[in-house]
């Protein structure tokens, strides 16, 4: 594993917002990874883990009532959090791009997709209309969309819902950014429209060698897809490793939790495992372990934020008492 | 499951009127639901899949009678309800209710949820309202909200509890059948888990059947016991879960599975990829419906269209050729 490959970082990232009442919402609370090129890592959890605050703060993009209270962004040795705005501007769609969950409401109705796709390529690569058009008629093809020439004068509203999210990767694409984030891509679509984007982004990633940070809740999704997984809950990463170690030797009690909960197509199981409680309120997280109070193996020692812990080669987990996560395979999550 | 059909759908058909121009003139219609026939049999859960669009909902719907069906008739117990009068309608809906998707907007965001529950009832009288009352405190119990709950307001719960309490209300007038629409699909996946088991606990408890509408075959799977797929408004193959997950017959139906991601990183499958977009209903295609995506359609297919036939006991497939597409998952190791 060579450093020099390494395209991304994100170093201890925190990102609080607050209320009216001046509470502080702290959504990520020193979330690190990092994303070599050609690498898919997929970061995982429920709503209100901060996985999609996360990207936004990638790109600078939380607005007014959040903040970016500390850490570092680093993209290919600048550290992005240090960038003026106009030069924030330039790495926007040109170095990293991203695609939205909601094709329909990411999209502009009233300008047509070409113009949209043009917008992006005038901007970072000072071409003239024309060649900006002939540039987005091939992306669009790209992205497999039929009569791409036809398609550039059509609005979002002319077009399916699947059509609408390849306009939406083409529009990602169009400057052959070398990160691609991915928020839950494919959530919105039927799953037979959601294989197509899927095999799509793969296929498009091994093309121009891009990282690919997908955001999903999708474990299937990222099963298939992802090389490194980070499992986030309440606003921490409690788990990252390769998709090995997190499907197959799952070390922290969430992420034991939450693959066993997901219901399988291939076994019929009498009863689903359940994680019990909910997702603990943002203004009001526990001290210590956030996952403490629904957690089986909860004692004392969670009072006290856990560090993080390498259980083998890059496979961290923060938990107390990860050694003792055999005991879930016993008992389950009821106590 | 005592085999006796508590529902019966014969030939139904929902069309929606296009209108345009100053008169509002019908120019077409859509085909949501296009001549339907099945039945439920008392105590099972019958699942109606299907991607956006196929009229899986509508169907739901239509039943309800939450919208006039345009043409065939739907049976309960026996006894005709497509054509009741409305004020007919009310024992009906005591037997049959609702479970909505989106928690969020099914509930009046101007009562406390005490009085969501218990409005069914009192509407219906079924009781005096002391009884009400008690009734509905139990009610919230069952789906896991205590008493302290009773007089909250929606907007003061999560989405699980919030479909917990969706749940509560359906169940108050104690109905025979439950159709429930989507009632997991907007939830996260450790609360989706405690739902499905809910409404397992539930429906062993009170005896009750239920149509269970999804788009996803993996909680189908697990909660099912027939499972009926639709495309463009018809029905393409209906089967006992375990039969149909083990052979799906129809070409459609096997793509469907085989698209579904598995959550295993050793699993790697042959996802058969449907090009294209499904067709509208407006103008649904010739022929089988879904010859135009089909990836083993013949001449025939886009000239005839299909019936439901049996193909073994108790599975009906409506294609020419029923079986011919295969697939598989592949382990790459099997880990112990």
Same mark, same amino acid.
Not at chain 2, 170 to 175: E, G, R
């Given at each position: 594993?060579?450093?020099?490959?390494?395209?991304?970082?994100?170093?201890?990232?925190?990102?609080?917002?607050?209320?009216?009442?001046?509470?502080?919402?702290?959504?990520?609370?020193? %979330?690190?990874?990092?994303?070599?090129?050609?690498?898919?890592?997929?970061?995982?959890?429920?709503?209100?883990?901060?996985?999609?605050?996360?990207?936004?703060?990638?790109?600078?993009?939380?607005?007014?009532?959040?903040?970016?209270?500390?850490?570092?962004?680093?993209?290919?040795?600048?550290?992005?959090?240090?960038?003026?705005?106009?030069?924030?501007?330039?790495?926007?769609?040109?170095?990293?791009?991203?695609?939205?969950?909601?094709?329909?409401?990411?999209?502009?109705?009233?300008?047509?997709?070409?113009?949209?796709?043009?917008?992006?390529?005038?901007?970072?690569?000072?071409?003239?209309?024309?060649?900006?058009?002939?540039?987005?008629?091939?992306?669009?093809?790209? %992205?497999?969309?039929?009569?791409?020439?036809?398609?550039?004068?059509?609005?979002?509203?002319?077009?399916?819902?699947?059509?609408?999210?390849?306009?939406?990767?083409?529009?990602?694409?169009?400057?052959?950014?070398?990160?691609?984030?991915?928020?839950?891509?494919?959530?919105?679509?039927?799953?037979?429209?959601?294989?197509?984007?899927?095999?799509?982004?793969?296929?498009?990633?091994?093309?121009?060698?891009?990282?690919?940070?997908?955001?999903?809740?999708?474990?299937?999704?990222?099963?298939?897809?992802?090389?490194?997984? %980070?499992?986030?809950?309440?606003?921490?990463?409690?788990?990252?490793?390769?998709?090995?170690?997190?499907?197959?030797?799952?070390?922290?009690?969430?992420?034991?939790?939450?693959?066993?909960?997901?219901?399988?197509?291939?076994?019929?199981?009498?009863?689903?495992?359940?994680?019990?409680?909910?997702?603990?309120?943002?203004?009001?997280?526990?001290?210590?372990?956030?996952?403490?109070?629904?957690?089986?193996?909860?004692?004392?020692?969670?009072?006290?934020?856990?560090?993080?812990?390498?259980?083998?080669?890059?496979?961290?987990?923060?938990?107390?008492?990860?050694?003792?996560?055999?005991?879930?395979?016993?008992?389950?999550?009821?106590? | 499951?005592?085999?006796?059909?508590?529902?019966?759908? /014969?030939?139904?058909?929902?069309?929606?009127?296009?209108?345009?121009?100053?008169?509002?003139?019908?120019?077409?219609?859509?085909?949501?639901?296009?001549?339907?026939?099945?039945?439920?049999?008392?105590?099972?859960?019958? *699942?109606?899949?299907?991607?956006? &669009?196929?009229?899986?909902?509508?169907?739901?719907?239509?039943?309800?009678?939450?919208?006039?069906?345009?043409? &065939?008739?739907?049976?309960?117990?026996?006894?005709?309800?497509?054509?009741?009068?409305?004020?007919?309608?009310?024992?009906?809906?005591?037997?049959?209710?609702?479970?909505?998707?989106?928690?969020?907007?099914?509930?009046?965001?101007?009562?406390?949820? *005490?009085?969501?529950?218990?409005?069914?009832?009192?509407?219906?009288?079924?009781?005096?309202?002391?009884?009400?009352?008690?009734?509905?405190?139990?009610?919230?119990?069952?789906?896991?909200? &205590?008493?302290?709950?009773?007089?909250?307001?929606?907007?003061?719960?999560?989405? *699980?509890?919030?479909?917990?309490? &969706?749940?509560?209300?359906?169940?108050?007038?104690?109905?025979?059948?439950?159709?429930?629409?989507?009632?997991?699909?907007?939830?996260?996946?450790?609360?989706?888990?405690?739902?499905? $088991?809910?409404?397992?606990?539930?429906?062993?408890?009170?005896?009750?059947?239920?149509?269970?509408?999804?788009?996803?075959?993996?909680?189908?799977?697990?909660?099912?016991?027939?499972?009926?797929?639709?495309?463009?408004?018809?029905?393409?193959?209906?089967?006992?879960?375990?039969?149909?997950?083990?052979?799906?017959?129809?070409?459609?139906?096997?793509?469907?599975?085989?698209?579904?991601?598995?959550?295993?990183?050793?699993?790697?499958?042959?996802?058969?990829?449907?090009? *294209?977009?499904?067709?509208?209903?407006?103008?649904?295609? /010739?022929?089988?419906?879904?010859?135009?995506?089909?990836?083993?359609?013949?001449?025939?297919?886009?000239?005839?269209?299909?019936?439901?036939?049996?193909?073994?006991? $108790?599975?009906?497939?409506?294609?020419?050729?029923?079986?011919?597409?295969?697939?598989?998952?592949?382990?790459?190791?099997?880990?112990?």
């Amino acid at each position: 594993m060579e450093e020099n490959n390494l395209l991304l970082q994100v170093q201890d990232l925190k990102v609080y917002f607050y209320t009216e009442e001046k509470e502080e919402l702290r959504a990520v609370d020193g %979330v690190s990874f990092c994303l070599k090129e050609g690498e898919t890592i997929a970061l995982v959890g429920e709503s209100g883990c901060g996985k999609s605050v996360t990207s936004l703060a990638i790109l600078r993009l939380i607005d007014s009532d959040g903040k970016i209270q500390g850490g570092k962004i680093i993209l290919r040795g600048r550290d992005l959090l240090s960038l003026s705005e106009k030069e924030m501007r330039e790495i926007r769609g040109r170095d990293v791009s991203m695609i939205f969950q909601e094709p329909s409401s990411a999209l502009n109705p009233v300008y047509t997709i070409g113009d949209q796709i043009m917008e992006a390529i005038i901007l970072h690569q000072k071409l003239s209309p024309p060649q900006a058009r002939k540039a987005a008629e091939e992306v669009l093809r790209l %992205v497999g969309i039929p009569e791409a020439h036809k398609r550039l004068d059509e609005y979002p509203h002319e077009l399916s819902g699947g059509m609408k999210q390849r306009a939406m990767i083409a529009m990602a694409l169009s400057c052959h950014p070398k990160v691609l984030i991915a928020d839950e891509p494919t959530t919105s679509l039927d799953v037979t429209i959601q294989a197509q984007i899927l095999e799509l982004i793969e296929k498009l990633q091994r093309q121009l060698n891009m990282g690919v940070i997908l955001i999903t809740h999708d474990l299937g999704v990222v099963a298939g897809m992802a090389e490194r997984v %980070v499992i986030m809950y309440a606003g921490k990463v409690v788990e990252e490793g390769n998709r090995w170690d997190i499907f197959h030797n799952p070390s922290h009690p969430y992420t034991w939790g939450l693959l066993h909960s997901i219901p399988r197509l291939d076994v019929k199981q009498e009863k689903l495992a359940i994680i019990p409680g909910v997702v603990p309120d943002p203004l009001n997280f526990p001290s210590g372990c956030r996952f403490r109070n629904r957690c089986p193996l909860e004692d004392e020692m969670c009072l006290t934020e856990p560090k993080r812990f390498e259980i083998e080669n890059q496979h961290y987990v923060y938990c107390h008492h990860y050694s003792q996560i055999e005991i879930l395979k016993t008992r389950g999550f009821n106590q | 499951m005592n085999g006796t059909p508590l529902l019966r759908v /014969q030939d139904l058909k929902k069309y929606f009127p296009i209108k345009a121009g100053v008169f509002r003139k019908i120019v077409g219609w859509v085909k949501a639901v296009d001549g339907v026939s099945f039945e439920v049999l008392s105590g099972e859960t019958l *699942g109606i899949v299907g991607e956006s &669009g196929c009229g899986k909902s509508t169907l739901g719907m239509t039943i309800m009678r939450l919208y006039e069906p345009t043409a &065939g008739k739907v049976f309960f117990q026996g006894q005709d309800i497509s054509s009741l009068r409305p004020s007919q309608l009310k024992s009906i809906r005591r037997n049959i209710q609702m479970i909505f998707q989106d928690p969020f907007t099914s509930l009046d965001p101007r009562m406390h949820i *005490g009085s969501i529950v218990e409005e069914g009832m009192k509407v219906h009288r079924i009781a005096p309202l002391s009884e009400i009352r008690r009734r509905a405190l139990d009610l919230l119990e069952k789906v896991g909200l &205590g008493a302290e709950y009773f007089s909250r307001y929606p907007h003061e719960f999560s989405g *699980g509890q919030r479909q917990r309490i &969706g749940i509560a209300r359906a169940l108050a007038l104690n109905p025979r059948l439950v159709v429930a629409d989507e009632p997991v699909s907007s939830l996260d996946v450790s609360v989706r888990s405690q739902i499905l $088991n809910l409404l397992k606990d539930l429906k062993k408890e009170y005896q009750l059947t239920y149509i269970f509408i999804s788009h996803d075959l993996a909680v189908v799977r697990q909660i099912c016991n027939r499972v009926m797929v639709m495309y463009l408004g018809k029905i393409v193959e209906i089967a006992d879960g375990d039969d149909f997950f083990s052979s799906p017959s129809h070409p459609y139906s096997v793509a469907l599975i085989s698209a579904v991601p598995v959550p295993d990183p050793d699993y790697e499958v042959k996802r058969i990829i449907l090009s *294209g977009d499904v067709p509208s209903p407006i103008n649904p295609p /010739q022929g089988c419906r879904f010859h135009t995506r089909c990836p083993v359609a013949q001449e025939r297919c886009s000239q005839i269209e299909p019936t439901l036939e049996e193909v073994r006991e $108790n599975h009906w497939v409506a294609c020419h050729f029923p079986g011919s597409l295969s697939w598989e998952r592949i382990p790459k190791h099997v880990t112990v």
